[in-house]
């Protein structure tokens, strides 16, 4: 074939700029095979440099960011207060939302579900699913937009951790039983 008729050809796959993924074996428009899509990471510079321009183009309403205060004003404080209201729970900045995650040490943001609002979403909050009890790693998986193994190896280091911490504690916070000497567990 010569050069002229490969460029007429179109790619088997194509990339897309807006971090969707190629479109060909995972599916259209970047979704897994079984319809997830993954999550997008976005860095603090990233959403600085987006809200500086939508200030300079005057894309920001001052109605909008005046409705913004008054809702930050209706944000639950406590679990107390927010366990009884509306679900799905539109205050996506509380830190126990599944709609995104914020890395405190970068200060980027995750959308851990960039293809659906927040209203389309099963579950929002990460206390709801705790209350429940304990789930099936496919079922966590599909709440946190991850694969069962992902799940699963985040639940392995979570509980590698929290073995570490047990044995750096000191053993005289531990209670001893009757008839014990201190130090002998």
């Known amino acids: 074939m010569n050069e ?5 050809e179109p790619d088997p796959v194509e990339s897309h ?4 993924g190629p479109v060909g074996p995972m599916g259209a428009e970047g979704e897994e095979p079984h319809g997830r899509r993954r999550s997008r990471t976005m860095s603090r510079k990233e959403i600085a440099r987006e809200l500086r321009r939508q200030r300079a183009t005057g894309v920001i309403d001052p109605e909008v960011e005046e409705i913004i205060r008054e809702l930050e004003a209706q944000r639950p404080r406590s679990r107390a207060e927010c366990a009884g209201s ?3 729970c539109m205050f996506i900045s509380c830190k126990q939302h599944l709609y995104l995650d914020v890395n405190p040490t ?3 943001i995750k ?3 960039p293809d659906k609002e927040i209203w389309e979403m099963g579950e929002t ?3 709801d699913v705790a209350d429940r009890g304990g789930i099936t790693l ?3 998986g599909v709440i946190m937009n ?12 979570g509980l590698l951790k929290l073995r570490a911490m047990v044995e750096d504690e000191p053993r005289s916070r531990i209670p001893e039983g009757p008839g014990q000497k201190p130090g002998r567990g």
Not at 4 to 8: I, V
Not at 146 to 157: D, G
């Open 17 to 20: 700029d807006d971090d969707v």
């Open 138 to 140: 496919e079922e966590v």
């Open 146 to 157: 991850l694969t069962r193994e992902r799940i699963r190896q985040v639940e392995s280091r």
């Open 125 to 127: 909050c990460a206390l």
């Open 4 to 8: 002229a008729m490969r460029s007429e």
């Open 111 to 113: 959308l851990n579900f």
């Open 106 to 108: 970068t200060g980027s």
């Open 86 to 88: 509306v679900r799905p």
